[in-house]
């Protein structure tokens, strides 16, 4: 086990040992704690866990060791490398939730109330689009949507809204790609004294930390590339504001019972030890995928920011790492032409989601966004001959081979 003092220089060592905790039991692996309440050996002992006196575990809503290494994991992941105001390391605190969605749940109800609105861009994850739709209104609070690669519609939109609280931002975006400038929208945002949030599922923080830009919270579906092999669901909502996380952001999460679970948390531990390892090959065959479609005959359009082509090319440059691992592609035979690529795969995976070690591909025309009428599903950009990619780790000559022989003669 790593000494607590260490200092890390490498993603993947901190992403190894960040977080673990010797088990009293001397497990090498922090075991999976399936177990409800937590035992005192006295009344007073009781008394001081309840009253924070002493730390320890009471109840699995409230927190479990299992989570509690995946959280340290998290937010050092997020702050690694970071320095504070001060030019100390950077600290944060993490919650471990059910789901993406359970963490973005969490994140809204302890930080607005109605009568306080959110400003966000168009094209967001369908959940969190949905939420601002369909739950938030009913609380009075409201989203005010506009276009916020434009910098100045996002600046006349927190002059005219002053109720606006919170500015949430996710990029690259879920489905479209489409990247927002952390660093210019973060400083335009602490202009007007407003909080941050951003949805950092599609990059992880190996390829993009938005605490180096000062936002206040992340939020992540872990069940992407976090998790990485696709086999459990979660979420985490990470804040720079000790303060805050450990009394209103915990309460709303322990209130809201949005908790995760033992197992999940475990598989998400040992998951995020490869996060650095997997996101470099995941990356390296993305290039090389979106290079060979760009050049093919069946191919109208590859929508990958790591091409020079796309319109975000320079920002993902100078806030990813790498572009990550997600493209879509156009056909042009459309939907007969989607329809019969996805039928003729062999290796690659016909399913939705992401981040897991196969090659996936979905397409929405014929699957997600099926009972969507054409107008309005063209409206978010999905057209007849959309496929969305979310390249795995393969050898790439494989991904190709597959590609190659799906699309021949389209
Ligand atoms: C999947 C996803 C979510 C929702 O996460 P769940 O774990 O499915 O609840 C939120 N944001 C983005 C960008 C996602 O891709």
């Given amino acids: 086990m790593a000494n607590k003092e260490f200092p890390f220089t490498g993603f993947t060592s901190l992403a190894i040992h960040a977080g673990h905790e010797q088990d009293p039991n001397y497990a090498h692996l922090t075991p999976i704690y399936a177990s409800s309440t937590f035992v005192y050996d006295t009344a007073e002992q009781g008394m001081r866990r309840f009253s924070k006196q002493e730390e320890g575990y009471i109840y699995s809503r409230w927190g479990n060791p299992t989570f509690t290494e995946a959280e340290k994991k998290l937010a050092a992941m997020e702050c690694f490398g970071i320095t504070d105001a ?23 109800l302890s930080n607005l109330k109605a009568g306080d609105q959110i400003l966000s861009h168009y094209s967001l994850y369908g959940g969190t689009q949905e939420t601002m739709d369909k739950v938030l209104p009913g609380l009075g ?25 919170m500015v949430y931002l996710e990029t690259p975006a879920n489905p479209t790609l489409q ?36 936002v206040d919270f992340i939020v ?3 069940t992407k590339f976090l998790n990485g092999h696709g086999t459990a669901i979660g979420g985490v909502l990470i804040g720079r504001d000790i ?52 050049g093919h005959p069946a191919v109208a359009k590859v929508n990958f920011t790591g091409l020079p082509s796309h319109p975000d090319f320079y920002l993902t440059t100078k806030q990813m790492r790498h572009p990550g ?48 009428p054409k107008e309005q599903r063209e409206k978010y950009g999905i057209t007849d001959g959309l496929i969305r990619m979310s390249i795995g780790m393969e050898n790439v000559q494989d991904i190709l081979i597959d590609l190659e022989q799906s699309l021949k003669g389209l």
């Fill in 86 to 108: 001060t030019g100390k390391p950077l600290v944060a605190k993490a919650l471990l939730h059910a789901s993406g969605m359970a963490a973005i749940s969490s994140l809204f």
């Fill in 141 to 165: 609070i409201e989203a005010v949507i506009v276009d916020l690669r434009d910098l100045n519609k996002a600046e006349e939109a927190l002059k005219a809204h002053p109720k606006i609280k």
């Fill in 179 to 214: 990247c927002v400038d952390i660093e210019a929208l973060t400083t335009l945002a602490g202009k007007y004294g407003k909080l941050v949030a951003c949805d950092n599922t599609f990059a992880t923080p190996y390829l993009q930390q938005p605490f180096r830009y000062g």
């Fill in 220 to 222: 992540h579906s872990t």
């Fill in 243 to 294: 303060e805050f996380m450990t009394t209103r952001a915990e309460k709303t999460m322990q209130l809201l019972g949005g908790n995760s679970n033992p197992f999940d948390a475990f598989l998400l531990v040992n998951g995020m030890r490869t996060l650095e390892v997997r996101m470099e090959r995941h990356c390296h065959n993305a290039i090389e995928i979106a290079n060979y479609l760009e």
């Fill in 325 to 372: 691992a997600i493209m879509s592609i156009e056909l042009k035979g459309g939907l007969e032409a989607g329809k019969q690529m996805m039928n003729r795969l062999l290796l690659c995976t016909r399913t939705v989601s992401l981040g897991t070690c196969d090659t996936l591909l979905c397409h929405p025309a014929s699957m997600t966004h099926y009972g969507v």
